[in-house]
């Protein structure tokens, strides 16, 4: 038994005509009718009564043939959504990206790719760098925006953006007045840093270390908007991406004199199979990048692959 003999016997249960049916389907009607009589063998079940000049359903044909059409109706479904999901039409597409990531740079990704693809749906997860790549070994995620220090082997990434560290100050700060800062200079202040699973931190701490000394974390927060409220009011410094805080209020931004740099990038797990919409998103952000568009508003990038 196959597709094609359901298909014809529900036509000419349908039609009552096996040249009819067969002019519909564009076969001939030998085929169709070597089709069914096969059916009926198989089955060990009379179809049709062909004792009419019209061909009708048995009792046992019209059960067969309402279990039939419904299977059909459900394949000719799962060929559509099928059919959908290839061409981007229906799909969906779970992104992992971090605090910083989703403040500054990931609203201009998922605006420009939503524009072109309207039709999928899409979920953010936001977590650090460290939970996210996680997420992506487990296959809890389909792709991620994080940090790329120390990638896992396990996951191929694309560079997306390198950016700069800004050193935050209360706008009074006597360190406000000069122009750039040496990292020694701030030994004895209160820092505010991201959470300890965050490789911002990471990377604050350990220029610190190279330095001489270890911070004086005054307290940990994941949430931007909290380390510029907090460095307003006079509470610490911090160390956001200079782009998010370009003119904040009630705080100055000055440059290290040995910046502290972070790459970003796309990263997915190697070995999971990826759908037609990871690899749109993934496309998406190459193209984008090769025809000139820059999403965080820096100089060009090079895709890596590590």
């Known amino acids: 038994m196959d597709i094609r003999q359901l298909e014809y016997f529900q036509m000419v249960g349908k039609l009552g005509n096996i040249t009819r049916a067969a002019e519909r389907l564009h076969v001939s009607q030998s085929t169709i009718t070597i089709a069914i009589q096969r059916l009926e063998e198989q089955l060990a079940v009379q179809l049709f009564d062909r004792s009419q000049k019209q061909l009708l359903l048995t009792t046992e044909g019209v059960v067969f043939w309402e279990k039939v059409s419904g299977i059909l109706l459900q394949l000719q479904d ?19 990206v971090p605090p910083l990531i989703a403040s500054f740079l990931f609203p201009n990704i998922l605006a420009a790719f939503t524009a072109q693809y309207p039709n999928l749906q899409i979920t953010i997860i936001e977590d650090g760098s460290k939970t ?13 925006i994080v940090n790329l220090h120390q990638t896992p082997s396990v996951l191929s990434t694309l560079l997306i953006t390198r950016e700069q560290f800004a050193v935050c100050l209360p706008s009074k700060h006597p360190l406000a007045r000069q122009k750039t800062i040496e990292l020694t200079q701030l030994r004895e202040e209160p820092f505010i840093l991201f959470t300890e699973d965050a ?7 350990q220029a610190c270390e190279e330095k001489g ?12 908007e909290t380390h510029k409220a907090l460095v307003a009011k006079g509470m610490g410094i911090s160390f956001l991406i200079d782009k998010i805080v370009a003119q ?6 000055r440059s290290l004199t040995e910046p502290i740099y972070l790459e970003f990038g796309l990263a997915w797990k190697k070995e999971r199979y990826l759908s037609r919409a990871s690899q749109a998103f993934i496309d998406f952000v190459i193209a984008s990048k090769g025809c000139g568009n820059n999403f965080s508003g820096i100089g060009g990038w090079t895709p ?3």
């Open 78 to 96: 799962a060929v559509t959504e099928a059919q959908q999901y290839r061409d981007l039409q229906k799909g969906t597409l779970k992104i992992g």
């Open 132 to 144: 996210l790549r996680q997420f992506l070994e487990r296959g809890q995620l389909d792709l991620a």
């Open 199 to 205: 490789y911002n931190r990471l990377a604050v701490v």
């Open 213 to 224: 000394f270890t911070p004086k974390v005054l307290l940990s927060s994941s949430q931007v």
């Open 248 to 253: 904040s209020k009630g705080l100055v931004t």
């Open 304 to 306: 890596a692959q590590g």
